[in-house]
């Protein structure tokens, strides 16, 4: 595997359909790379936008839905062209462990500051009846050094 491809999946911006890219430029050459992602998605805007090739038209040669041109364009409009680079999907936060459960183990670490994750789960549950596992507490006690 070539050191691009590598580079390209290594950042998040690999396109895994490079398959479906149809555009003739894709084919040839070295600069059009079917399996960037962020490249093919802008080709597909800007073969709309000037050369006026239709979004039904335009999605299919590069691979994509209407759906997902609608988002390349809203998304480059917004965001310029760092809004192609694909977004890590599932949650972007410790929903599991809000600020006030924060600081109830903030709390008892400071009263035990060599406390293990086992031992905060078992105190925060026995004395205050609070539903944190033992796993989300390690997560967030890796994440406080």
């Not at 992602?37 to 994509?64: H, N, P, W």
């Not at 944190?132 to 390690?138: A, P, R």
Request: glycine share 6%.
């Amino acid at each position: 595997m070539d050191s691009k491809v590598e580079a390209l999946k290594a950042n998040g911006t690999y396109n895994e359909d490079s398959q479906n890219v149809q555009a003739e430029h894709f084919k040839h050459g070295i600069f059009f790379d079917p399996h960037d992602i962020v490249q093919v998605k802008y080709e597909m805007i800007r073969c709309v936008e000037k050369d006026g090739t239709s979004i039904r038209d335009a999605a299919s040669l590069y691979g994509f839905s209407r759906q997902t041109f609608y988002a390349c364009r809203d998304a480059i409009n917004e965001e310029g062209i760092s809004g192609l680079i694909p977004k890590k999907s599932g949650p972007k936060t410790g929903y599991k462990l809000d600020e006030a459960r924060k600081r109830l183990i903030d709390r008892y670490l400071s009263d035990h500051p060599r406390a293990k994750a086992q031992e905060i789960h078992n105190a925060l549950e026995k004395e205050l009846d609070v539903q944190v596992t033992v796993k989300t507490i390690s997560r967030y006690l890796a994440k406080k050094v």
